[in-house]
Each structure stands twice: as structure tokens, then as C-alpha cells.
């Protein structure tokens, strides 16, 4: 039995690796919002509260989801959870950006305006992601490597 999951499992890890970005982000926004709504019902406080605190708990749950179904790394829990923060605060920075442009200046439908962000801003999610939240850190030289790597120089 615990063969079979381990293979269903590892059936995860074959699909492209952005489409598990984007599948963990639609769950993710999914929790993100019922926990909204769940915070909102048990707690009678501001509603930009209630999204601050179902944020802070959604990040959390979504930097693991993102970290070990999608780009599988490693250690650096800190360092990669901080650099996710940078990342996402990027992404809503560049999502008020897309609506000012189109839903304020261009008075497109706002609606239409935040569909647009989304795709924008979900590519440039992944590539953050992948190339400076999740990326592998490069493996130390060793004394001989950095010898020859030295000696390099010269041969070029």
C-alpha cells in the first residue's frame, strides 16, 4: 500500500513544474480565501484585519506547499521564506500597477483589469520564485576547484 502512494505521489513530480506552480497557487488562493471568510465569521473585527491574518497564515502554508511540491528544495526555510515575502510584496506592488493602468486610466472593467494582473502577474511569480526565492544555492568549491578554476585563467 505504501509503495502505491509513494508512486501516485511521485506521479505529481513528472508533471511540468508549471503546472504544479500553478495548481499549488489555485489551492492556495482558494485556502487564502476561506480562511477570509472563516476568520471573518468568527472574529468581529475590520475586514483588512481579518485579510492581514489570513494572509500571514496562507503564506506560510503556501511557501511549504511551493517549496516542496513544486521546486523541491531544501533547508534555507528562513532565508527562502523571507525572500518569498520580497517576492510576493513585488507581485502586489506590480498588481496595483496593472489596475491603476487599466482599470483607472484605461477604465477597463475591473474585473477584466484583475484577470489581466493575474495571468501578468502569476508568470512573474514563477520566475521569481524559481530564479531567486527557490533558487538552489551553488555548491561551495572545493580548495582544488578553486586551484584549477584559477589556473583557468590563464588558458583562456
Not at 498588481?95 to 486610466?105: P, R, T
Request: a positive charge; aromatic letters at 20%.
Amino acid at each position: 500500500m505504501f509503495m502505491a502512494e509513494k508512486d501516485k505521489f511521485s506521479g505529481w513530480f513528472r508533471l511540468d513544474e508549471r503546472i504544479r506552480f500553478v495548481s499549488v497557487g489555485f489551492f492556495n488562493m482558494g485556502l487564502r480565501y476561506v480562511l477570509f471568510v472563516l476568520l471573518g465569521l468568527l472574529w468581529a473585527i475590520h475586514y483588512q484585519i481579518i485579510l492581514m491574518f489570513s494572509w500571514l497564515l496562507s503564506s506560510v502554508i503556501a511557501f511549504f506547499a511551493y517549496k516542496t511540491l513544486v521546486f523541491r528544495t531544501e533547508g534555507n526555510h528562513l532565508k527562502e521564506y523571507l525572500k518569498c515575502i520580497a517576492t510576493w510584496s513585488v507581485s502586489y506592488g506590480i498588481n496595483v500597477v496593472i489596475l491603476q493602468i487599466l482599470a483607472g486610466s484605461f477604465s477597463w472593467n475591473i474585473y477584466v483589469s484583475q484577470a489581466i494582473a493575474i495571468v501578468v502577474i502569476t508568470v512573474i511569480n514563477y520566475l521569481l520564485f524559481k530564479h531567486f526565492a527557490f533558487r538552489p544555492e551553488p555548491k561551495p568549491l572545493t580548495r582544488w576547484e578553486k586551484l584549477t578554476s584559477f589556473l583557468n585563467v590563464f588558458n583562456r
